[in-house]
């Protein structure tokens, strides 16, 4: 502003003093060109008078006093018929006819007459003012006078100088009052507007400014608003959140997109570099071109459900929203059921096969009346193996569902757990099996049917997988967060690649050895629900033909 002010101040003063020399001069010019004709009409009249008062005879006395009179000024004497008859300058019998003249055309006419003539370079001009006599002849007074062009250019040096000097001047000055004029302005205080001493000019500006500051502010601060809680609702998202503009470019995201797909933004942000996974990429192609788009995507033993919308600006795409969903569990959820049906399916069919096998053979009688008591023994039995069964997939079903049909008590550990070593201790004899009970009271809140089962099937894993002559050791113990209970035997132990799985449904480490000591498969899965439902911690230390250890830890909250 203070360049643009400098230049059309030093603009205008350099037109103005151009236009003002200009002026000047014109005026000047014109009012010398006024005297001049007014001196050669005063010096025509004087001549007219003379020459009417002495006659012809009074250019003999001109011409010997060596044109005195006449000085820079040409005179010259026309009869009424135009012939020349006197010339301060020339000689009359050279000179043509001058009836055709202007000047004496108007002076036979009017009396008087005026006209100016140039040179061919337009240098200088000459001005001729007649006069007519009384006895019908004409006189002339003619005088020669430089241009407003010559003038200006025997001028030019001094013109030029005196301009130099006034751009000079006109700098310094410009420079000073765009300066001056610029620095009230410079100094304003936009924070805030009102309180600003300046020119009276720019108090409605600064009114505007000032309203449009208190707008803005309301603008950005709802904008910052809204902006944060933008951000406290993606960044508290379990899902991911991807912006996109039509170039693929990320545009916003959240932790949560960042963390599931464990990427960094590259410098140049394009949304395609974090993941070059076949199925991201189709998913973006599609949604960038207008579809909306769903997809899985596994990595890295994980799976993730991709989810884009387009963005549309009336018709076209501008960009898409990408929403990253981590499935994983579900999916294990899906394929868990999905095992768990087809080994309930399996576990269901072998009983029921086997009833169906002798009770077929019973009714077609091909038994002996000796087998029948065996046949009768041997549905049993698998009858009961299949009450079992059904009854432990109730337990699993009730602790899925948290829709357990008793209601939380105190239960002492100690004594629980007396009471299932004292159910299981013929089992025990069968293998000379030793049971330890080691602790004293320990009470916890809980169910006491989920808690008996839990630890009646810890303690007949114990004895199905021990040894001949071995011991369990059952340890109840307080501690300062809660009840411990520790269930240690010596049997043939568990591989660590297959001690992660020993809690799924139906899992069997050994399937010949797990088919020979009987059970259901479903023991340690209802231990792990039922240390899930009473928020308790379910650890397993094993170590092939040395033994098993189970830890659970009840916690007081």
């Known amino acids: 502003m203070n360049k643009k002010i400098f230049r059309s101040s030093l603009l205008t003063v350099c037109l103005v003093l151009a236009a003002t020399i200009t002026l000047i001069m014109g005026l000047l010019f014109h009012f ?23 006659g012809a005879g009074y250019f003999d006395s001109f011409d010997n006093k060596n044109n005195r009179l006449a000085g820079n000024n040409r005179i010259t004497w026309i009869d009424e018929n135009g012939t020349v008859l006197f010339d301060s300058r020339a000689d009359v019998s050279e000179l043509d006819n001058h009836a055709d003249r202007d000047e004496i055309k108007t002076a036979m006419k009017e009396g008087k007459g005026m006209s100016t003539r140039y040179s061919k370079t337009l240098t200088e001009k000459t001005v001729n003012y007649a006069i007519r006599l009384s006895d019908g002849s004409i006189l002339r007074v003619s005088t020669e006078q430089y241009t407003v062009v010559t003038i200006l250019m025997g001028m030019l040096q001094p013109i030029l100088f005196i301009m130099f000097v006034a751009l000079i001047l006109t700098l310094v000055l410009s420079a000073r009052v765009s300066k001056a004029i610029i620095e009230p302005i410079n100094k304003l205080d936009l924070e805030i ?19 449009q500051k208190e707008t803005i502010g309301e603008q950005l601060a709802d904008a910052r608003k809204k902006q944060k809680e933008f951000n406290l609702i993606t960044e508290n998202m379990s899902e991911g959140f ?39 990429r189709g998913v973006i192609s599609d949604v960038l071109s207008g579809i909306k788009a769903e997809n899985t995507m596994v990595r890295e033993e994980r799976s993730y459900s991709l989810i884009a919308n387009p963005v549309y600006e ?45 009770a077929e053979l019973m009714k077609a009688g091909d038994v002996l009346e000796n087998d029948v008591t065996d046949f009768s023994k041997s549905i049993y039995d698998e009858a009961q193996r299949l ?34 070593i004292g159910r299981l201790e013929k089992e025990a004899d069968k293998k000379n ?57 010596t049997g043939i132990g568990i591989p660590i690649s297959h001690q992660d799985r020993v809690f799924e449904r139906f899992y069997r480490v050994d399937k010949s050895h797990s088919k020979k000591v009987g059970g259901t498969g479903l023991g340690l899965a209802i231990v792990k629900h039922g240390a899930l439902y009473h928020h308790a911690k379910l650890s397993l230390e094993s170590t092939v033909d040395v033994g098993t250890v189970v830890t659970i830890a009840f916690s007081k909250k």
């Open 387 to 420: 009450i079992t069964l059904v009854n432990d997939i109730i337990k699993i079903s009730e602790l899925d569902g948290q829709s357990i049909p008793y209601e939380k008590e105190t239960v002492d550990l100690y004594e629980l757990s007396k009471e299932v």
């Open 32 to 54: 010398f060109e006024k005297q001049i004709q007014k001196e050669l009409a005063n010096e025509a009249g004087f001549l007219a008078h003379a020459l009417e008062n002495e």
């Open 314 to 358: 009336k018709e076209s795409v501008i960009g898409a929203v990408v929403v990253i969903l981590d499935i994983t569990e579900r999916e294990k959820r899906d394929m868990l059921r999905r095992e768990f049906t087809a080994n309930v399916s399996h576990e269901l069919k072998t009983p029921l096969t086997s009833i169906s096998g002798f």
């Open 433 to 489: 099996i030793t049971f330890h009970l080691i602790g004293g009271r320990a009470e916890i809140i809980g169910v006491h049917k989920i808690l008996e089962e839990m630890l009646y099937n810890l303690c007949d894993n114990a004895i199905k997988y021990n040894k001949e002559n071995g011991t369990v050791d059952v340890l109840v113990n307080q501690t300062g967060d809660g009840v411990n209970v520790i269930v240690r035997d």
């Open 242 to 280: 991807l912006v996109i503009d039509a170039d693929a470019n990320l545009l916003t995201y959240n932790s949560a997109a960042l963390n599931l797909l464990e990427i960094t933004p590259p410098a140049d942000r394009s949304v395609l570099l974090f993941c070059r996974a076949k199925e991201f």
């Open 193 to 211: 507007p009102e309180n600003n001493d300046t020119y009276e000019e720019l108090t409605p500006l600064l009114r505007k400014i000032a309203d």
